[in-house]
Each structure stands twice: as C-alpha cells, then as structure tokens.
C-alpha cells in the first residue's frame, strides 16, 4: 500500500477514532461534573433533559452485573471489527462501510473504556417525551452506524460485494 492509501485508509480513521472516543469521553466527563447527585438539567421541557445514571448493564441497564461478559464479548466484537475493516477494500465504493466501522468501533470503545475504568458506563441524554432509556454519545455512535451498515447492506451494496470476505482467494469481483 503507497504512501498516500495508508493514510486516507488508516492513518485518518485512526484520528476519527481518537477524535470521536475523545468527544464520547469528554461529553461522559462533563456529565460527571455537572450532574452527579444534581437535578436534571431540562433542555427542552418535556422533551429533552440531561440526566446522570450509572448504566452497571448493558443495553438500556439489562444483563447487569456481568462485567466478565462485557469484557469478553467487546474484546471479541472489537477485534471482529478491526479484522473486518482491514479486509474492506480500499476504494471509494467503500468509503461509506469504512466510516460506519470506524464510528461502530469508537462506539464500542467508548463504553469499554468506562466499564474498565468504572465497571459501568455513564448515561446522561434523556427524551422525556417519548420515555426512552437514558444513553450516551458512544451509544449514538453504535446506533447511528449500525443503521448506516444495514442500509448500506439493503440498499446499497450488491451480494457481491462482499466477497472481500470469503476465505477463498480468487473470489473477489
């Protein structure tokens, strides 16, 4: 790979990755300071709020208290992911997967951190109107591009296009 591909390939979805595992941590931090043992801090009323929780589980608090689970299956869904971008291939056509994977992965990363740190992960972005579970900026990341990745399946990418995955060499078209 030259010079110039590593770089748009690997060297700018590293700095992505820093920047938005940056934002998802400051933003936890700030949560942390402004709203730990406060009130709720009400946006939009009735709609929106800021609201600190300590989430000890996993989506939306279920499954808590199974920190070696978490530990195990992020490993796991991280290295999936990092082995996953590296076979993509490197074109345009493949840009949007790319960026999903990276945003997915600083998702991932971005709660991992707080339960080895913390053993939980901080909430704090609550709509009100509709009652949803509180969450955070990692748990946008995640579902933003999960979204992304099944639009892209479904609307965008062709069956073929994932041979990049096969074991086979050769099969690529």
């Known amino acids: 790979m030259n010079t110039k591909k590593y770089g748009r390939f690997i060297l700018i979805p590293l700095l992505a990755l820093a920047a938005l595992l940056f934002l998802d941590q400051f933003t936890k931090h700030l949560a942390v300071t402004a709203l730990k043992g406060k009130a709720p801090i009400v946006l939009i009323p009735g709609v929106l709020e800021f609201q600190y929780l300590e989430n000890r589980g996993a989506a939306f608090g279920s499954l808590e208290g199974m920190q070696l689970v978490f530990w195990i299956l992020t490993i796991l869904f991280l290295a999936a992911a990092v082995l996953f971008y590296i076979r993509i291939p490197k074109t345009k056509k493949y840009l949007p997967l790319m960026i999903c994977c990276v945003v997915l992965v600083a998702g991932a990363a971005g709660n991992f951190i707080d339960r080895a740190t913390n053993q939980y992960v901080v909430d704090f972005i ?48």
């Not at 965008?156 to 041979?163: E, L, V």
């Open 126 to 173: 609550y709509f009100s109107v509709i009652d949803f579970p509180i969450f955070n900026v990692a748990d946008i990341y995640i579902t933003l591009s999960f979204i992304g990745i099944l639009l892209l399946v479904f609307f965008y990418y062709k069956d073929g296009d994932f041979q990049f995955l096969s074991r086979r060499k050769g099969k690529q078209a």
